[in-house]
């Protein structure tokens, strides 16, 4: 198996066991909606680490965000994600509302493109959590929605381990996933 064969049946075992966990936890769930695209995730040169801007440069998070994935909207590249942030811009409950598209991930060996699948977390509010997967061979535009706490910077939606959001910007974020402590870039959409 080659890494790239073995870096997807991770992403996919890791994505199969979230939307269990969200199923397990009583989440509501939307009709699948046709998917208007075909778009597909390539591949893209390794996100580099940024230093964080300054505070007094943020942009206001919006405030309200459609409980929707949108898989009109075809998905973002790996391309198209910015660096990692390092710090803490702006307030995170505040920042967080809106569309994110996970595009790479981290398992220990720095950030890899999110390669052949859409994984999107739209949060309408700062309790609210809408999670939208696409992963061949697995789901086909799956949404599970539910309410979830917060603990300090955790996002602890029930049933799950959680994620643990530790550097953010405007358009970008970084998370741990509980889960197996892998670690995700986030994109604004």
């Known amino acids: 198996m080659d890494h790239r064969a ?66 009109d909207d075809a998905a973002l590249s790996a391309s198209s994600a910015e660096a990692a942030p390092q710090g803490k811009s702006g307030a995170l409950q505040d920042v967080i509302i809106g569309a994110w598209q996970h595009t790479h991930i981290n398992t220990g060996t720095g950030f890899k493109p999110n390669d052949d699948v859409d994984i999107r977390y739209v949060f309408p509010s700062s309790h609210r959590l809408l999670y939208c997967q696409n992963v061949p061979g697995a789901t086909t535009n799956a949404e599970r929605a539910t309410d979830f706490t917060w603990n300090g910077n955790r996002i602890s939606p029930p049933g799950s381990k959680g994620f643990t959001v530790t550097a953010w910007s405007e358009d970008t974020m970084v998370w741990t996933n509980h889960l197996d402590n892998s670690k995700y870039l986030l994109k604004r959409r």
């Open 6 to 71: 073995f870096h997807r049946s991770k992403v996919h075992r890791r994505s199969a066991w979230v939307v269990i966990a969200l199923l397990a936890a009583g989440c509501s769930s939307e009709s699948p909606q046709p998917n208007a695209s075909s778009a597909k995730v390539t591949d893209s040169p390794t996100p580099t680490v940024a230093a964080a801007a300054p505070e007094t440069d943020v942009k206001p998070a919006p405030q309200k965000q459609a409980e929707t994935c949108s898989w």
